[in-house]
Every structure is written in structure tokens, then in C-alpha cells.
């Protein structure tokens, strides 16, 4: 009988395997397998996780005087409380509490019903005004250079959210989300992703859902160091933030 | 548009029919291509524009329950109905034996007839996916699905249709196809031919190995053909991807060796110690296993803690039983006892029973072993210390 030279190399495989030795040889070959799969695969989560910690970590040692001398300057605008926690969809729909330095006056939400006819934002789902009332005049600064934002590395810290990610949306937005949008939700949340990057504020929903899913395909821990990199400048320029 | 409506629906109870797979979830939990067969019936519901989703479960409703995990991912609220029987249900509520929008043309009467429209769901899925527009996953050729983080070796043929989830990879001289669905987390060695096969998450599937007509989880290989279920001893051949399949974590090991270094000196000079030798089964294996009679249970069960640093125990599991034991349980909890690593301190001595011979304690191995996601454990975890502390009273 003529057998192929695959045939051939198969055969000597499995009656290499039945030997001993050779369940020890493949054995060791696939404890590298293994291995190797963790340290190139699996590892890259963990490295994001690290990732997260430490620079979340340091972020909020860093940041401790701005923290400070903007929580003085919000109680000393209205009186009002200093943080804003506000319930956030996250990974695969839980819900958590995303934080804030507060930029608009304590009855924010009561107002926004009264100023839906004037949203911004195209595609109808999210809310944005560029001149919205509510905002305070130092909410108005800290929104303009992100500052807002920076309690959210306390999320980061928890495990909430990951510095790179598609940006948590409210319940409320996610309730008129179709099937194809919610897979947005199969990412960790980040304080950065692809389009605050690209041009924030002014990308439609819909060119929001295919960067958000178009992150999530290529989610790399090299790809979170660039958009981090390119985070820096469109915070520092106040790019599209309203 | 403003939601309206109730989806109802049924979740069949086919657990009498699942002797071949023995799955440790519900049918309507097995999964289906990228998500299970309840989470499509949701994304109907969100298609549906339905305010509520209410579903009838007389198989396992708690692990309907936390897989649903409250309905947020689909901002529907879900109501879970626990019933005795599929009669007790609604009798609008739609039955979930087939994929949204195909309804089954035959009845589920048999383990063969479950297992095949299981697999017939996945070729069902695979040729409707194309219609989505927007997807995680790269639509590589027309019907050639890869998933986030996923490589391919460029000597592998891919024969459409075929779906590679996320972080698989697939080896050299690989014929992948067609329709074969790969499931996140496989590994797949050289030259392995997957045809008309599902490969279920984190396996790994050996170097010159064929699948046809078949799905495959962990060392678990399931013939669709035959109807039947093969355990694959050789880990080369067929397993899971993980480093260590079902062992104890390098953090649990080194914290018994620590536990076992500064608790010798107590364990050996305990007044009036002795010990008790018992052959007990750690998985499928048999161990030898010490047993102080005095002291505290941290005590007593001091040379667990060398069984644990082996990788046989695991801190927090059902209490460790010998063969005679095992077979005395019913043929269920003896079959997932035997897939899982007893532990050092159990959910039964939370509950006063401190050994296998306790009348009432297999019931708590039970529950713990249904919950073995963490759930108990987690309230384990937080009552360790009392637990350590407890002295058992001494047989009367």
C-alpha cells in the first residue's frame, strides 16, 4: 500500500505517541502550546488590567492638587456636591456608577426634558448642546479641557472601566440601542477610544457604534498606548468637547 | 417608538433528554454559535421592541437567572417564572426549540433528536449571519467569520462557511471548514481538520486530529452521527486550553504551603492528636488522605493542605469522599463530584456537617456543586476564618 507523505508523517506522529517517551515529548510540546497561547493571547488582558491599575494609580496620586483646588472652586460656585455619580451601562450591560466633577447646576437633570427639542446631536439617541444652560461657569472650564472627567480614574481603579474603551453610555440611550449597537457593549469602557481621539463630539451615533466595534476588533495593549498618546493632545487642543 | 408589549416564553425542559452531553446548563443556555439559544429569543425581543420579557422555566431557572443577569444587556426587564412542569406556563408563551423566525418542523422526543437540532442550529446561524450589517467579527471571504484577536496560520486552508471566535488560533497545515464553528479561547494544533464540527470554548484539539460531525468541549468529544459521548483520556489528543485543567490556582498553592509550614508545630503537638488515613478520590484519582480527630478544623485537616500544594484539593470545594461514598450518592452528583476538586473547607461545614458520613451533608455537596461559579464560595470565602476556628463535636 502506497501512502501519501502526509499519510506518511501522520502516521509516524501517532505511533510516536504511543510510545513512553513520546507522550512525554508531546506532552512538553503542548504545555508550550499552552504557554504560548497565554503569553501572546490571553496575557494581553492582563496586561490591560495592569495597565489600568497602575496608571489609574498614579493618575489619581498625580492629580491630587487639581482634584483638590477644583472641588474648592465647585463648592464655592453653588454650594452644590462636588462629584457626580451617574448610572453608566458597562461590560456586556452591567450597571455602575460612573463619577464626575459636577459642570451643571443641581437640578441638571430636572431641565433636560425642557431642552430635548434643541439636542445637537445627530442621530437622536445621545444629548448634546453646544451652548447648553445648565452648564456652570466652571463647569464650562473643566468640560472644555476634560477636567470633568478625571474622577473616573477612581473607575479605572475598580475595574469599572479600562483607560482605553468605547465610553459608557445611560441606560437610557442603550434602551433605543438596535442589536447591532449593543455589541458596543462587549468591550470594557474607557475614558478614551478611537472617535474622542478622532473628533469627539462631532461623529454621528452611528460612525460612533462602527469605531466603537471597529476598537473592539482590533483591541490591542499596543493599540490602547497609542490612542492614550493621542488622547493628550485632543484634551490639551479641547477638541469637539461641549 | 415606544416599547409595548410582553414576549413570553418557554424554556423546555429537556434535561431529561440530555444523557448524552449531560450540559451543566438548561437547553436554552447551550450555546448557539456566538451567543446561547435564549440570548437570540432576547435580541428578538429588542427587534420586537417588547418592554418586558417573561420567562417560563421548569429546567434550572437559576442559571436562566444569572445568565440573563437581570436583562441589562438588553434593557429589557425579565421575569423569571420557576414552574413544576411545561403545562404551568403560559399558554401563548413561545417554546424555545428553534432560532427566532424557524420554527422547528420536528419534536424533541429523544437524547439523538436533541443533540441534532443543537448541531442544526449552528449551520442555521452560521447562513443567517450574513445578514447583519454591522458585526464584531471581520467577515474575511463571503461567510468566513474571525473574531477579535483570532490567528490564523497562513498555511491553514479556511473552507467558508466557518465562524473563528475570539482569541482562537488556528495551527499550520489546519483545513478549517465548511461549516465548522470554533468557539473563543480554542488552540488548535497543527494540521487538524474541523468539518461539519463545533468546538466549544477554551479547547484545545491535538496535532493530526479530525473532527467531523462532531463538537468537542474540554476533553469532552460528542458524535453527533452515533449519538454519543466519548471522554478522551490523552490530553494531546483533546482538552482544555487552559494551563492547569481544573487545579488549583498558583496563589491557593503557595498560601497552603504557607498555611502547612507555621501550622505544624500546633497540628503535631495538639494535645491528644492522632491521625486517621482515608483513600479518598481527588476527580477520578484516588489519594491518601490524613485526618486529625482533635483540634480545629484547620487543624485536623493540616495535611489536606500538602494535598492542596499537589494540585488534588482546592481550599473551598464539597468535602473530599472515598469510592464507597461516592457510589453510595445518586448517579448525578457522583458524575459532577467526579469532575470536580474536592476542597478543604466545604459549603456542608457552613451548614454543621464536617464529614461525608454526616446523613445530611451530601445535600450541601450538592448545592455547592450547582453553584460552582463562585457564589458560594464568595460567602465561603468571607466566613473562613470561623470556619477554621470551628471545633467539630466528637462523635457520641
Known amino acids: 500500500m502506497n501512502l501519501s507523505p502526509e499519510d506518511e508523517e501522520i502516521a509516524a506522529y501517532w505511533s510516536h505517541a504511543s510510545t513512553a517517551r513520546g507522550r512525554f515529548q508531546i506532552r512538553v510540546r503542548l504545555a508550550v502550546k499552552r504557554f504560548a497561547w497565554q503569553a501572546v493571547v490571553g496575557g494581553s488582558a492582563t496586561l490591560k488590567r495592569i495597565l489600568d491599575v497602575l496608571a489609574s494609580g498614579a493618575a ?36 455602575f456608577r460612573m463619577w464626575k466633577f459636577r459642570s451643571m447646576v443641581p437640578n441638571a437633570d430636572a431641565l433636560k426634558a425642557k431642552l430635548l427639542a434643541e439636542n ?123 | 417608538m415606544e416599547p409595548t408589549d410582553t414576549l413570553e416564553l418557554l424554556a423546555p425542559d429537556y434535561g431529561k433528554f440530555d444523557t448524552i452531553w449531560r450540559h451543566p446548563l438548561p437547553f436554552v443556555l447551550w450555546p448557539v454559535g456566538s451567543k446561547s439559544l435564549l440570548a437570540h429569543w432576547m435580541d428578538e425581543a429588542v427587534r420586537r421592541n417588547v418592554s418586558k420579557v417573561v420567562i417560563y422555566a421548569p429546567d434550572r431557572p437559576a442559571e436562566i437567572r444569572r445568565h440573563l443577569e437581570g436583562g441589562n444587556y438588553w434593557s429589557k426587564t425579565v421575569e423569571i417564572v420557576p414552574i413544576s412542569e411545561e403545562r404551568a406556563s403560559a399558554p401563548k408563551a413561545i417554546r424555545l426549540d428553534g ?96 468539518e461539519r464540527a463545533v468546538i466549544l470554548p477554551d479547547t484545545y484539539l491535538g496535532r493530526n486530529t479530525r473532527l467531523h460531525e462532531a463538537a468537542a468541549q474540554g476533553r469532552v468529544l460528542i458524535d453527533i452521527k452515533r449519538a454519543c459521548r466519548v471522554e478522551i483520556p490523552e490530553s494531546f489528543i483533546l482538552g482544555s486550553r487552559h494551563l492547569a485543567e481544573n487545579k488549583p490556582a498558583f496563589f491557593a498553592r503557595l498560601s497552603a504551603l504557607v498555611c502547612w509550614l507555621t501550622l505544624a508545630p500546633l497540628a503535631l503537638l495538639w494535645p491528644g492528636q492522632s491521625w486517621e488515613e482515608r483513600t479518598c478520590l481527588s476527580g477520578r484519582e484516588a489519594m491518601p488522605l490524613f485526618t486529625g480527630k482533635k ?7 493540616w495535611p489536606w493542605m500538602k494535598a492542596l500544594m499537589a494540585g488534588k484539593l482546592r481550599w473551598l470545594g464539597p468535602l473530599p469522599r ?75
Open chain 1, 60 to 95: 489619581l496620586l498625580m492629580l491630587s492638587p487639581v482634584f483638590l483646588v477644583v472641588a474648592i472652586l465647585i463648592k464655592k460656585e453653588d454650594g452644590g456636591s462636588i462629584f457626580f455619580g451617574q448610572p453608566r451601562v458597562g461590560y456586556r450591560g452591567r450597571l
Open chain 1, 120 to 242: 445637537e446631536m445627530q442621530g437622536g439617541i445621545t444629548f448634546k448642546m453646544k451652548n447648553d444652560p445648565r452648564v456652570t461657569r466652571i463647569g464650562r472650564f473643566i468640560r472644555k479641557y476634560s477636567i470633568d472627567e478625571l474622577p473616573q480614574f477612581w473607575n479605572v481603579f475598580r475595574g469599572e472601566m479600562s483607560l482605553v474603551g468605547p465610553r459608557p453610555p445611560v441606560p437610557k440611550e442603550v434602551a433605543e440601542y438596535d442589536v447591532e449597537s449593543r455589541q458596543r457593549l462587549m468591550a470594557k469602557p474607557g475614558l478614551t477610544c478611537f472617535w474622542q481621539v478622532g473628533g469627539r463630539s462631532n461623529i454621528d451615533f452611528a460612525g460612533q457604534v462602527r469605531l466603537d466595534l471597529a476598537y473592539i476588533r482590533s483591541e490591542s495593549l499596543w493599540l490602547d498606548i497609542v490612542l492614550l498618546l493621542k488622547t493628550v493632545p485632543a484634551v490639551l487642543l479641547g477638541q469637539g468637547a461641549f
Open chain 2, 99 to 194: 432560532l427566532p423566525g424557524s420554527p422547528p418542523k420536528v419534536p424533541i422526543d429523544s437524547a439523538e433528536s436533541l443533540l441534532r437540532r443543537w448541531f442544526d442550529f449552528q449551520a442555521q446561524w452560521l447562513e443567517a449571519r450574513h445578514s447583519q450589517e454591522v458585526t464584531i467579527d471581520m467577515e474575511k471571504v463571503p461567510q468566513g467569520w474571525l473574531g477579535p484577536g483570532a490567528i490564523v496560520h497562513p498555511n491553514a486552508e479556511l473552507r467558508p462557511p466557518y465562524w473563528i471566535g475570539a482569541r482562537t488560533i488556528i495551527g499550520a497545515k489546519c483545513r478549517i471548514g465548511p461549516m465548522a464553528i470554533i468557539h473563543p479561547g480554542c488552540l488548535l494544533d497543527t494540521r487538524v481538520e474541523v
Open chain 2, 295 to 301: 483540634g480545629p478544623l484547620l487543624l485536623r485537616r
Open chain 2, 322 to 396: 472515598t469510592t464507597t461514598q461516592v457510589e453510595a450518592l445518586p448517579e448525578d452528583l457522583a458524575e459532577r463530584i467526579a469532575e470536580h476538586l474536592p476542597g478543604v473547607f466545604s459549603w456542608a461545614d457552613s451548614q454543621g456537617c464536617h464529614g461525608p458520613e454526616h446523613e445530611d451533608e451530601w445535600i450541601h455537596a450538592a448545592f455547592q456543586l450547582l453553584h460552582d461559579d463562585g457564589s458560594v464560595n464568595r460567602i465561603l470565602a468571607r466566613k473562613i476564618v470561623g470556619l477554621a476556628l470551628t471545633v467539630p463535636p466528637s462523635p457520641s
